[in-house]
């Protein structure tokens, strides 16, 4: 049975067969970048990710893909809010607001918000508002917030703080706008502890991976916890979930397979539809195997603003 690493190399000779790999490592990632491959893969996500609205993975502890996995990041946001009563949540990245609804609507007297960059989905996420009246949704870029200092008695980010292109201004902005006592749950991809020593061939695949999803260079998990601190923040909880990411992946990667194998095809599809929308095939073929042999993996941390709360 051929070794994870030589599969990884199999498949980046294949890829590099459909795209321009050196290209795609060599270009910096912009939020324009972020922008544009939102609106790109629009359709794709719509047609092959969920119908749902919700454009996170499902959290499957059992090892069979179930949708019903998707309720499982805004029950996190849940026991937060059990365990704290707010009266104003903030969403960063909301996107169609899949979460944002369902908290809403089951807490009645908190306030939601949410913040959005993609024009598309915020369209979406505003039809999900109608008849909600403690829910609002507004076009924002969570590196910049146009809100008061102290607005929120707690905010939360699904699978979206990746995209930052500035992390320590996005955490100092998230914590600028919680009150004192307030809290901040980030649900989302993270290199992990030992990446820098992997080989250079996983290393490169590991990139590829975000390159997909259009993420600048992805922080390891600890030097990420210290950027959050020097931010402001004091870590509250730190949770590995990866294995619940296993059943979408396998998904996934049986999808992008069928894309690589036929190459002329392939690049046939690359030339007729949206750039950002093909190079997610990328992250499809090569997140199973990062992720089986170490080099990312995915967490839900908790991080308070130190403080009483004031009430």
Known sequence: MRSIEAE????????????????????????RDVGRYYNDSYWMYKLFHTRSGALHFPVNWNGKLD??????????????????????????ASGKGFNSAFLAERNPEIRFTGIDLTLAHLREAKRRARGVPNLTFHFGNFQDLQFQDASFDGAFVVESLCHATDMRRA???????????????????????????????IRRAARLVEVGVALPPVAIIDDWLEVASAQGFEVASVQEITRSMLPQLRRFEVMARLYFLLPPAARLANKLLPADATKNAMTGYLLPLTIRIGAQGYYAVTLRRPGRPSR
């Not at 990884?8 to 939020?31: G, K, M, N, T, Y």
């Not at 499982?72 to 969403?91: C, F, G, N």
């Open 67 to 92: 949708e019903s996995g998707l309720y499982e990041q805004p029950e996190m946001v849940q026991t937060l809010i059990d365990y704290t009563r707010p009266k104003a949540v903030l969403e960063l």
């Open 8 to 31: 990884i190399s199999a498949r980046l000779q294949r890829l590099a067969r459909v795209f321009d790999v050196e290209q795609l490592l060599s270009q910096p990632v912009s939020q």
């Open 171 to 201: 955490l100092s902005e998230a914590c600028r706008v919680i009150r004192p006592g307030g809290w901040l749950l980030v649900i989302d991809g993270c290199r992990k502890p030992g990446f820098n020593e992997l080989s250079c061939e």
